[in-house]
C-alpha cells in the first residue's frame, strides 16, 4: 500500500476529510517552495499538490498563470522540483503529487520523468492535458516505477466514460467541482454532490474536489460528503499577497490551518463535516 493509500484509509479511521493544498512550484522561488512544504505538512496538509509551472497553463485561471510565470523566471525546472521532494521526502511522510501539464514531461523523457519521480518520492503525478485515450504514452512508465497516475474528472464528462474512467482511478480521482478555469468562481456543492455520489459508488479510490474551494466554510461544505478537498487558488493568492515578506510561510501555513479546522468543524461559522 502506497503513501496516498494509507493516508486516505488512516482519515477513513478518524472519520476525517482529507485536505489537500496546492502550491506552485517554484513561486517566488524553489528554496521558499521547500519551506512552504514543511510548514504546510505542519498546519495540516493531508497530500500536497506542487504544480509544475508552465508556459501555456490552459486550465488554470490569472492567479495560477501568473504564479506559473513568477516560477519559470525564477528558474524553477522540473529537475529542480524533483530535487525539491527529495530532500521533503527525507523528513516527511506526506504524499505529494505533481500536477501539471504534459509537455514538462516529455521533454524530460516519459521513462525517466517516471524514474526520477519515484526516486525523489512523488507518490502522484496529474497531467490536465493527458486524456485517458492517450494515458498509455505515460501510464506504464508510471505503474512500473509505483507512482499512481491520478485522474482528474469534470461535470462535462458524460456518464459512460465518468464510470469507465473512475473504475480505472489510481490514488484518488480529482473531481473537478465547475466548468471553467482555477480560481473563477466559487464552488456550488448542491451542483456537485450527486456526482461525487455517483463517482464513490463505481471507484476503487477515494474522490477529491477542486477548484472554487477558498475559504473554511467553502472547504467544509465540500468536505461533507467528499473524501479530501484541494485548495489551489485561494493559497496561491496568499504566496503571492507576502512574496518577499518574512510573513510568506507563516501566513500559508496560517491559512491552511484555518482549512483544517474548517473541515474538523472547529472553524468559527463552518459547517460539521
Known sequence: ????????????ERGETG??????AGDPDLATTEELLRALA??????????????????DGPTIQKASERAL?????????LDVVARFRAESDIPIVLMGYFNPVFVFGVREFAAESARA???????????????????????????DLIQLIAPTTPPERMAALARNAEGFIYY????????????????????VGALRAQSPVPVAVGFGIDSPEAAAEIGAFADAVVVGSALVKVVDEHSGSSELVPRAAEFVQSLKRGLLGKESGAATP
Do not use: N, W, Y
Not at 1 to 12: A, D, E, V, W
Not at 176 to 192: C, F
Open 73 to 81: 523566471a525564477a528558474g524553477a525546472s522540473l529537475r529542480g522540483i
Open 1 to 12: 500500500m502506497g503513501r496516498i493509500s494509507r493516508t486516505f484509509q488512516k482519515l477513513k
Open 176 to 195: 473537478v467541482s465547475m466548468t471553467g478555469v482555477t480560481g473563477s468562481r466559487r464552488a456550488d456543492p448542491e451542483e456537485i454532490r450527486s456526482a
Open 42 to 59: 505542519k498546519a495540516g496538509a493531508d497530500i500536497i499538490e506542487l504544480g509544475v509551472p508552465f508556459s501555456d497553463p490552459m486550465a
Open 19 to 24: 485536505l489537500i493544498p496546492f502550491l506552485t
Open 121 to 147: 518520492g512523488v507518490d502522484g503525478v496529474l497531467l490536465v492535458d493527458l486524456p485517458a485515450e492517450e494515458r498509455e504514452e505515460l501510464h506504464p512508465a508510471l505503474k512500473q516505477a509505483g507512482v
